[in-house]
């Protein structure tokens, strides 16, 4: 695996590649990697000749109180995991590298990006699209990577993707969660382990949208109360959005008679947790991974 760390250095190394008519797949990180980083990895290296990762914690999407400074971060690990996995370039840019002089330049995707999690997060998303925007174009590859569990980022990437027709094919990855149903997240070393063991009400409650679903609940407000107080119930967490919502466009729904969205996002002390299921879609369900 090689290192690099400046655009114009990826951008001549890729070349050969690119002259060969290889395909390259690329999977955009924040780093801090986790067993559901390596499996957007794996599905990158088997669908693709060369496999580019990188690594960057993108300023622009953090908002001024949140933990820009304490993401964690540890390059060398992440590094020889990498290598471990058989990765072709891993790129590491620092701020500098990717931002020499401050962006004028802002990719919005505004209606996907400013409810649920971006309304939680007001210039998130913002800041996603244009730095995988830019990252795209660095690396220019056939297929990028992304993770379910940030399943809005995937919604608001896919639709940046169609309507700027960018030469890239989107691929979304089924989430990978620990032994107890958590879901795999850089952000859950921040847990404690009273809260470690108060984040599993954040699967169970998907698991429970679910069972409401089977009792004949159809009504989504009545849904997204019920499931507020099932998360509630645990005095660790604070759900910040519980939202049923349509698996494609995210609008919200009338009733629950087809396929719904459930979008988690809740606070467990201080640490803000994303998850997510697709319910009555044997297909969704199917995808789930292990
Ligand atoms: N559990 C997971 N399963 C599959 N993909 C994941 C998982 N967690 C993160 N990803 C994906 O990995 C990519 C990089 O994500 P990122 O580096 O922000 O990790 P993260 O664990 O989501 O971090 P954070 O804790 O900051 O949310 C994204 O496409 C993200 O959706
Ligand atoms: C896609 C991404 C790498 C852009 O900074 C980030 O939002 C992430 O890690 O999900
Ligand atoms: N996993 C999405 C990146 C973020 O939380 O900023």
């Given at each position: 695996?090689?290192t690099?760390?400046t ?8 070349g050969p ?18 067993q ?7 599905r990158?290296?088997?669908e693709n000749d060369?496999t580019v990762?990188?690594i960057f914690?993108?300023p622009?999407?953090?908002g001024?109180n949140?933990?820009l ?16 996995a058989g990765?072709?370039?891993?790129f590491?840019p620092r701020v500098?590298d990717?931002y020499?002089r ?12 400013s409810e649920?999690e971006?309304e939680?997060r007001p210039g ?10 830019k990252?795209l ?6 297929a990028?990577?992304f ?9 608001v990437?896919r ?8 030469p890239?094919?989107?691929v979304?990855v089924?989430?990978v969660?620990e032994a107890?149903?958590?879901a795999?997240?850089?952000r ?6 009273q809260?470690r ?14 069972r409401l679903?089977a ?6 407000a009545?849904m997204?109360r ?7 119930a645990?005095?660790l967490?604070?759900?910040e959005?519980?939202?049923v919502?349509?698996?494609d466009t ?8 087809g396929p719904?969205?459930?979008l988690?996002y809740?606070?467990v002390?201080k640490?803000?947790?994303?998850d ?7 297909a969704a ?6």
């Amino acid at each position: 695996m090689e290192t690099v760390t400046t655009i114009s250095a990826l951008r001549q190394r890729l070349g050969p590649h690119r002259r060969a008519s290889r395909d390259i797949g690329f999977v955009p990180t924040m780093g801090y990697l986790h067993q559901g980083h390596m499996s957007l990895v794996e599905r990158s290296r088997a669908e693709n000749d060369v496999t580019v990762v990188s690594i960057f914690v993108n300023p622009l999407q953090f908002g001024k109180n949140e933990d820009l400074d304490r993401y964690p971060r540890d390059l060398p690990r992440d590094s020889m995991m990498l290598e471990l996995a058989g990765v072709d370039f891993l790129f590491a840019p620092r701020v500098e590298d990717m931002y020499p002089r401050p962006m004028e330049t802002v990719v919005d995707v505004p209606k996907l990006g400013s409810e649920l999690e971006g309304e939680a997060r007001p210039g998130h998303f913002a800041g996603v699209a244009t730095v995988v925007t830019k990252l795209l174009n660095i690396v220019q590859p056939h297929a990028a990577y992304f993770g379910e569990k940030d399943y809005q980022q995937v919604a608001v990437i896919r639709r940046m993707v169609e309507d700027l027709a960018l030469p890239v094919r989107v691929v979304p990855v089924p989430t990978v969660r620990e032994a107890d149903g958590l879901a795999c997240s850089s952000r859950n070393v921040y847990l404690s382990e009273q809260e470690r063991a108060a984040a599993v009400i954040v699967p169970k409650a998907l698991e429970e949208a679910a069972r409401l679903r089977a009792l004949g609940f159809t009504d989504p407000a009545e849904m997204e109360r019920s499931l507020s107080a099932f998360i509630a119930a645990e005095p660790l967490a604070t759900p910040e959005v519980v939202a049923v919502r349509h698996p494609d466009t995210l609008m919200p729904l009338s009733t629950l008679d087809g396929p719904f969205l459930v979008l988690l996002y809740v606070r467990v002390g201080k640490t803000k947790l994303l998850d997510n299921r697709v319910i009555g879609n044997a297909a969704a369900r199917g995808r789930e991974a292990a």
